[in-house]
């Protein structure tokens, strides 16, 4: 069983261009979310995905967004790129339903993006 | 207001040794959820354990036990007989709710280093 994939691994950008970073999640997982992780801050949550709606969303600019597609895999954006984006980008799924509690997240090995 | 707190930074053992990392965490919420994550530098975060606010049973899976206590808001990881590869930084999350789905609220994270 295959599991997040994210794509692409590594990424470097320039300051002021935009980015789109994929995620896969588990093959039946409709649920996808996303976090940033850097040094200073740790680990912060960016939003969630639920069968193509956005259900929770993180404190963080409007220049990062996100969607999710029908077949559950979901990508997110961010715009105008600041120094301060770089950071380890993280997608995690699960089989979780709303209501039916927090069953846990499966991760994918992330996504470093380094902003020049 | 929701809050992990990891109050190791790093704890350096030596294999063979019992090593404890703590987790405090707050919440309002009588129904949540708590999770350990172990991060190799690799960088992909790996579920460890899920314990729901109502089940304070301690478990054991192996070297690796854990201790629910709501009445000090504590959820406490323990390895035992500490190896190298337990090396990596543990993640304590939280989780609020039956609806907060993928919104963990992560812990700082406490850098472990077990060597030979």
């Known amino acids: 069983k295959a599991g997040v994939t994210q794509t692409p691994r590594y990424l470097i950008k320039t300051r002021g261009q935009q980015v789109t970073l994929s995620c896969s999640p588990i093959?039946?997982?409709?649920?996808v979310s996303w976090y940033q992780q850097t040094p200073g801050q740790g680990l912060q949550f960016l939003f969630e995905?639920?069968?193509?709606?956005?259900?929770n969303k993180g404190n963080f600019p409007g220049r990062f967004s996100g969607r999710q597609f029908s077949n559950s895999r979901s990508e997110m954006n961010v715009s105008t790129l600041e120094l301060g984006d770089s950071a380890l980008y993280l997608c995690?799924?699960?089989?979780?339903?709303?209501?039916?509690?927090?069953?846990?997240?499966?991760f994918g090995s992330g996504t470093r993006l380094t902003v020049v | 207001a929701q809050k992990v707190t990891q109050a190791q930074t790093e704890i350096s053992v030596v294999e063979k040794e019992d090593v404890t990392l703590d987790c405090v965490y707050e919440?309002?919420?009588?129904?949540?959820?708590l999770f350990w994550y172990k991060q190799p530098p690799s960088g992909e975060l790996v579920f460890l354990i899920r314990?729901?606010?109502?089940?304070?049973q301690n478990e054991i899976s192996g070297r690796y036990s854990w201790n629910f206590q709501k009445s000090t808001s504590s959820f406490n990881f323990t390895i035992t007989a500490s190896q190298v590869v337990d090396s990596a930084v543990y993640f304590c999350?939280?989780?609020?709710?039956?609806?907060?789905?993928?919104?963990?609220?992560f812990g700082q994270g406490t850098e472990l280093s077990v060597k030979p």
């Open positions: 995690a799924s699960s089989l979780e339903s709303p209501g039916q509690g927090n069953y846990g997240y499966t």
């Open positions: 093959s039946g997982h409709r649920s």
């Open positions: 995905y639920f069968s193509e709606t956005q259900r």
């Open positions: 919440t309002r919420d009588t129904t949540y959820y």
């Open positions: 314990r729901n606010s109502f089940d304070e």
């Open positions: 999350a939280l989780s609020e709710g039956r609806n907060q789905g993928g919104k963990l609220i």
